[in-house]
């Protein structure tokens, strides 16, 4: 039996001749799998643990609390009976896979239990919010403001959220810090109007996020003094000092870049403008904007770098001590304090555990970079933060992280007999095109899902930008933070910004010479997600020509699944918003109703089209002839068969009380707001609800809309 499923610890990667030899069939997998059993034991629990926790969270309905401890106390024992008996090698990796998903499950349950935080039942106000601004967001109706509450009134204490967030539609004259009181309408954290769209209330749940809402007029200062405790009063002084930081890191970065710069350097976006916030999305670059890897990277890797080279020129120091441990520890501190100043975001969070991971391998003298820290990285996540297995951001950075990582890995290899390995061109050069590349083309079917569509031109944009963020940026942002003391801070941050509207620059440019965006024309279903998920799982575990083999097998039913489910004809969410298929296959975003729903996630790049100009609307669609009645239309309507197919009514029940049966199928307001959004599909499929509603802590089985 070969070491590389052996799951009982060895020092050495292969065994003695003559032990652990147990029966004969075993499947010998050494000639598929890369990896040693060191590596294979944590990234296969890893992998196990994601499903775990996300089974936990795509379930129907809420498993029993003892499920949380049954099924990870389960999966130890089946390993200890594994491991005593001998069993063979195939099913102890079931089992350490049996245990990885119960250990991940149980994790998920726990969780979700211990965050438990009042959510309000329905829509309240206007009343009188009384707390301490902990963020300001931007948004597209005005800023987003993050208040941790002291108070609601009318609210009893047990029944008050310990946070709220309110759109400003009025100037902002308060900052992050302060104790504010705000004239609100608060309402329940939106679910999603689609079935597999992402669920908003399950992370407002996970934030202890109890209410949503707008200000009505504007939000004043107050005279209640700091929040009590220690911590509590910690974290409003460090986001009164990130405001501090942002706006003077946008005044001195130029007016140009600078909201990009304070958004890269504090994590507050608030001072960016919402048309280049939308460039470097459509452009592929907008993973630049969430603090997350890159950044932890750049800062971290500066860190150790200039301090290795500074502790090597100390000599009594260098001979004595390995130089790379005392930089690891520095460079860690300096992570964390930038994961303080820009604000702990769920994906900072996790970037600073890949990069405890990594610099915890130099400490411990091992391969800093390798699928085994990414392994642990994972679990440490998955174990502390399970319900970002469910986000984008988590998604989309280990499938990049882990393809890089096998991609890397194989290809040293080859360097190591040949410098040069696309021909002519060095490996420098061709290792940021490879990076672009590869983490494309791994994150493609998670954008795909989440966004329904790619940048156009979004391998063109990183290539260009990348170089600038690495050898220009970074380099101004630690030189800008070496002379603040001396007072020249300002300079860095200038030449920052000059390099900021370089990127600003790229992103417009490959905005405006891209498509309008590359999108599939129906939604991924989830069973193929799972399957392209699979997929990249077996190519980073796999080698050779096995991992492109046993993908495509994978990916195959993946695209069928995809290619056969029908497509959205008409999706009316309760934002107001009508999405259209029009004749020639594209999709039309039309302002309709005023609401106070999420529209669809997948959508909300679109820009509303100029297609209903007057009233009645009329619309060539792929579902046929579909009519948008005025939308202060109050008068029941008839519309004939012969001149529509579908008819949008813009009132509730708003229908004549008898008509003819040559009467257009109709859909009214109010059944978007009992339904929490309504879709049509081209294949004359029934009408589809919003998600089935299911009793999970996040979400109880009544709508908000119902409350109001």
């Known amino acids: 039996?070969?070491?590389?499923?052996?799951l009982a610890p060895h020092k050495h990667n292969s065994l003695a001749d003559g032990k652990g030899a147990t029966l004969?069939?075993?499947?010998?997998?050494?000639?598929?799998l890369s990896m040693s059993a060191i590596d294979a034991q944590p990234l296969l629990l890893a992998l196990a643990m994601t499903a775990g926790a996300a089974a936990y969270f795509s379930a129907s309905a809420e498993p029993p609390v003892w499920l949380a401890l049954a099924a990870p106390s389960g999966g130890v024992s089946a390993l200890i009976v594994a491991r005593r008996f001998a069993w063979p090698a195939i099913l102890q990796i079931v089992v350490w896979v049996l245990f990885g998903a119960g250990l991940g499950l149980g994790s998920a349950m726990l969780r979700a239990h211990s965050v438990a935080a009042p959510v309000i039942a329905g829509q309240t106000g206007p009343v009188m919010v009384e707390g301490w601004l902990a963020d300001v967001e931007t948004g597209t109706k005005g800023p987003r403001l993050r208040i941790d509450v002291h108070a609601v009134a009318g609210l009893a204490p047990d029944a008050t959220p310990h946070s709220v967030r309110l759109t400003h539609r009025s100037r902002l004259e308060v900052s992050s810090g302060r104790f504010v009181r705000c004239w609100a309408v608060l309402r329940p954290p939106p679910s999603p109007s689609m079935p597999g769209e992402y669920d908003f209330r399950r992370q407002a749940w996970?934030?202890?996020?109890g209410a949503v809402g707008y200000v009505q007029g504007r939000c004043r200062g107050g005279a209640l003094g700091a929040p009590g405790g220690v911590l509590a009063d910690l974290r409003m002084k460090v986001a009164a000092f990130r405001r501090q930081l942002a706006a003077h890191v946008n005044l001195a970065a130029g007016d140009r870049a600078g909201g990009f710069a304070a958004a890269l350097v504090s994590g507050d976006r608030s001072y960016m403008r919402t048309e280049d916030q939308t460039a470097l999305r459509n452009s592929g670059l907008a993973h630049l904007l969430a603090i997350s890897g890159l950044h932890m990277a750049i800062v971290g890797g500066l860190v150790f770098y200039l301090m290795r080279r500074a502790l090597a020129l100390v000599e009594p120091l260098?001979?004595?001590?390995?130089?790379?441990k005392p930089a690891a520890i520095i460079a860690l501190a300096a992570s964390l304090a930038y994961l303080v100043i820009s604000g702990a975001g769920v994906s900072t969070q996790r970037a600073f555990i890949m990069l405890a991971v990594v610099f915890g391998a130099v400490l411990f003298d091992r391969a800093a970079l390798s699928l085994r820290s990414f392994a642990i990285a994972m679990i440490l996540v998955v174990l502390l933060q399970p319900e970002s297995v469910m986000t984008p951001g988590f998604q989309m950075s280990f499938a990049a992280s882990g393809a890089l990582i096998a991609t890397y890995e194989a290809w040293t290899a080859k360097r190591a007999r040949s410098e040069r390995i696309m021909g002519s061109v060095s490996y420098s050069w061709a290792s940021l095109a490879v990076t672009s590349l590869v983490a494309g083309t791994a994150t493609a079917p998670y954008a795909l899902y989440h966004f329904d569509r790619l940048a156009g031109l979004g391998l063109i944009a990183n290539l260009a930008a990348m170089p600038v963020i690495t050898f220009v940026s970074a380099p101004a942002a630690a030189a800008a933070l070496i002379l603040a003391p001396f007072g020249y801070g300002d300079i860095g941050l200038r030449v920052f910004g000059y390099s900021l509207e370089a990127i600003l620059w790229i992103a417009e440019t490959c905005t405006a010479q891209a498509p309008d965006g590359l999108s599939p024309g129906k939604q991924m279903p989830e069973a193929a997600l799972v399957l392209f998920s699979a997929a990249l799982a077996v190519a980073i575990l796999a080698r050779g020509l096995w991992r492109w083999i046993l993908a495509a097998?994978?990916?195959?039913?993946?695209?069928?699944?995809?290619w056969a489910v029908p497509a959205m004809g008409v999706h009316w969410s309760p934002s107001g918003d009508v999405f259209v298929r029009m004749a020639g296959g594209e999709v039309e975003r039309i302002r309709y109703i005023e609401g106070d729903g999420l529209s669809p996630m997948r959508f909300s790049e679109l820009e509303p089209s100029g297609l209903c100009e007057a009233w009645p609307c009329r619309l060539e669609t792929e579902m046929g002839r579909i009519v948008l009645l005025?939308?202060?239309?109050?008068?029941?309507?008839c519309m004939p068969a012969s001149e529509a197919d579908w008819v949008l009514l813009p009132?509730?029940?708003?229908?004549?009380?008898q008509g003819p049966s040559a009467c257009a199928a109709g859909i009214d307001w109010g059944d978007?707001?009992?339904?929490?959004?309504?879709?049509?599909?081209?294949?004359?499929?029934?009408?589809?609800?919003?998600?089935p509603c299911q009793a999970r802590p996040w979400k109880p089985c009544v709508r908000e809309m119902d409350q109001s």
Do not use: C, N, Y
């Not at 004969?24 to 598929?32: G, L, Y």
């Not at 097998?553 to 695209?559: N, T, V």
């Not at 005025?630 to 309507?637: E, F, H, K, L």
């Not at 978007?672 to 998600?691: E, H, S």
């Open 630 to 637: 005025a939308p202060d239309s109050t008068t029941p309507v």
């Open 24 to 32: 004969p069939d075993a499947v010998r997998w050494p000639h598929i």
């Open 318 to 324: 260098a001979l004595r001590v390995p130089v790379q």
């Open 1 to 6: 039996m070969s070491a590389e499923f052996d």
């Open 651 to 657: 009132g509730e029940h708003h229908r004549p009380a």
């Open 672 to 691: 978007v707001l009992r339904q929490g959004g309504l879709t049509l599909k081209v294949d004359g499929a029934p009408i589809q609800g919003a998600a």
């Open 553 to 562: 097998l994978i990916s195959g039913p993946a695209l069928w699944l995809w």
């Open 206 to 209: 996970f934030e202890q996020l």
